[in-house]
């Protein structure tokens, strides 16, 4: 539907200042709240702005979105990591296969001597190995991962939607979550998209089970 002039500029300053009452709106425009009813009218109706009792207007897109803007934003990615599954950076690409059968896992992350992250491998990685005629027992993870420093790590703390968007950006499945010790990255946890996932139900069922 088009909106008149009138009625962008209630919308307008009911966005910046809600709840406010007729009167208010009234007053900002320099109109009468007779000459502004059919126009709150039509924008109530339609579903612009929702009208409390003895409160006043509020723009609905506004409440709806940032409300649910603002709930996202508190899950924080502690709240939703799994444990971490790590191969170290000698064990053979054949390893690395068993390992993410019997984890059940898509991705695994690599450690160097010292426990730090070095590398993430992935389903993909291995295929590509596992394509050519090499023998997966004599080739190392450390040849076939993707190395640190392009790793896309994330911590504890970070909002999980941030997470999820580099898990867009990037294109990948999985994030180490990562807490730095005597500089280098200790992996404590992973974010995949079956987390992302975990995050969605919970918050149109209230539950993750
Ligand atoms: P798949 O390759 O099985 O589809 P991904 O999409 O996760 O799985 O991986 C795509 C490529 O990105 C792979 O080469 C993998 O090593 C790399 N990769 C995966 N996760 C990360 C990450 N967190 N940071 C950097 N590179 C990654």
Redesign the pocket.
């Known amino acids: 539907m088009e909106l008149n002039d009138r009625q962008t500029k209630i919308i307008e300053i009911v966005k910046q200042s809600a709840p406010i009452t007729s009167e208010q709106i009234a007053e900002k425009l320099d109109l009468t709240r007779a000459t502004l009813r059919p126009d709150l009218a039509i924008l109530t109706m339609s579903g612009f702005l929702e009208a409390r009792p003895r409160v006043g207007y509020f723009y609905t897109g506004q409440t709806l979105q940032s409300l649910f803007a603002e709930q996202i934003e508190k899950f924080k990615v502690r709240e939703f990591l799994s444990s971490p599954v790590v191969v170290s950076e000698s064990a053979s690409a054949y390893d690395a296969v068993c390992e993410m059968f019997r984890e059940d896992v898509?991705?695994l992350f690599v450690v160097n001597r010292q426990g730090f992250l070095a590398g993430?491998?992935?389903?993909?990685?291995l295929l590509r190995a596992a394509i050519g005629t090499q023998n997966m027992n004599q080739v190392p993870v450390s040849m076939i991962?993707?190395r640190m420093p392009?790793?896309?790590?994330c911590h504890a703390e970070d909002p999980i939607i941030a997470v999820a968007e580099l898990i867009i950006e990037?294109?990948?499945?999985?994030?180490?979550v990562v807490r730095e010790r005597n500089g280098g990255l200790e992996v404590i946890g992973r974010i995949t998209k079956t987390n992302i996932t975990k995050v969605f139900v919970q918050l149109a069922r209230g539950t993750t089970n």
Do not use: E, F
């Open positions: 898509g991705s993430v491998l992935s389903r993909k990685d991962m993707s392009n790793i896309t790590s990037k294109q990948v499945d999985a994030v180490p």
